[in-house]
């Protein structure tokens, strides 16, 4: 199985950048997908997650209303629209992958597949 993490950047304060995350080699249409992420010297924190069927989703407070989570089943993607953002949301993103249903866990162990990540870098 593979995920990997692309549209990551350098961005100011207030712009906008899109993640996308393409999966391979297992059945993307039957997994919950999340987005972390990871600043410098600190643990990984949840993002965002999104059901199998894109009918339920979460967010981390820290970026609800500012970010929206959504997917392509039928090109086996997933996005990370990225609004409003603030210096404090750089850090590396990751993409994650669970077989099973969502989950309301934001820890990391709940997911089976982790990609890479991309470096979103915002300058104030």
């Known amino acids: 199985a593979h995920v990997v993490e692309s549209g990551g950047g350098l961005v100011q304060a207030g712009g906008s950048l899109r993640l996308s995350c393409a999966a391979s080699?297992?059945?993307?249409?039957?997994?919950?997908m999340g987005w972390f992420r990871q600043a410098p010297g600190k643990e990984r924190d949840f993002v965002a997650a999104i059901s199998y069927n894109s009918g339920t989703t979460y967010y981390a407070d820290s970026v609800k209303g500012r970010f929206t989570i959504s997917r392509d089943n039928a090109n086996n993607m997933l996005y990370l629209q990225m609004d409003s953002l603030k210096p404090e949301d750089t850090a590396v993103y990751y993409c994650?992958?669970?077989?099973?249903?969502?989950?309301?866990?934001?820890?990391?162990?709940?997911?089976?597949?982790w990609g890479q990540g991309t470096q979103v870098t915002v300058s104030s």
């Open positions: 080699e297992f059945s993307f249409g039957l997994f919950a």
């Open positions: 994650a992958a669970r077989r099973r249903g969502i989950t309301t866990d934001q820890g990391l162990g709940p997911y089976d597949y």
